[in-house]
């Protein structure tokens, strides 16, 4: 078997039908010399069905974990996945996130030793969001922007995602205000690193979670560098259900002492210190 230039983690929870929409987005790949983790905290049998039948047509490499629904767990059905990469470096996503067609060519072709990269996503509204077909998505036309107009998407800023490239690509990344993180929905980075820092802290609930552990990758000495123009996906609509008072006080907690105590390691990590 061709060994993995890259292993693709892929998180979801009970979206089956926009799961579905982000297999056919890694079918279309430029590149196929990689694997598919999908991290699943607890989903029910209709996602399950979803990944049995692709599976059943891709050859691509695919392996579906998942354990049992107890609540928000992402941070640590996501340790599980890690080691099970094949690969020496990763790239994390979410499963309602399409990929535009580059979007793990353009990882592989950025990435560098010591730095992560922090990719963009283009965000649709839930009537966009369903209306997408296979055939949209195979021929990429959901990508492009006039055609998402078409469908009653306003113009914005924004849209210079999915249209830049060559030097204006590169001239966004390089003036784009926000800061480079650790986003779920469109990061890469070495697998050597993420172990160093023990994976996810598991304390850690929805909201920020990634954040941290980035925090940790800043602290072990890692930079990260923003390619929001350059590797894309398509950020399927969901509501914000997850969020609670008690969980953001949580986890800000937690990274006020990550940012204070310079720490790189979590113990409530892959490995429990």
Known sequence: MQLSVITVIISTYNQPEWLQKVLLGYESQSINNFEMIIA???SGEDTKKVISEFSKTTKLRIEHIWHEDKGFRKTEILNK?????????????????????????????????????SGGYFKLPKDISKQISKEDIESQRCFDANWLKEQGLASSFKLNKLTSKGFKERF?????PTKATWDGMNVSGWKKDVLLVNGFDERMQYGGEDREIGERLFNLGIKAKQIRYSAICLHLYHERGY??????????????VTKKDNVIRTPFGIEKD
């Not at 609670?244 to 986890?251: A, D, G, V, Y």
């Open 40 to 42: 699943d905290d607890g």
């Open 172 to 176: 966004l990344n390089f003036m784009t």
């Open 81 to 117: 996945a890690i080691p099970l990469a094949n690969s020496d470096y990763l790239l994390f996503t979410d499963g309602d996130c399409i990929p535009r067609k580059d979007f793990i060519e353009k990882h592989l072709q950025l990435r560098k030793p010591g730095w992560f990269l």
């Open 243 to 256: 969020v609670q008072p008690e969980m953001i006080t949580r986890n800000n907690a937690i990274r006020k």
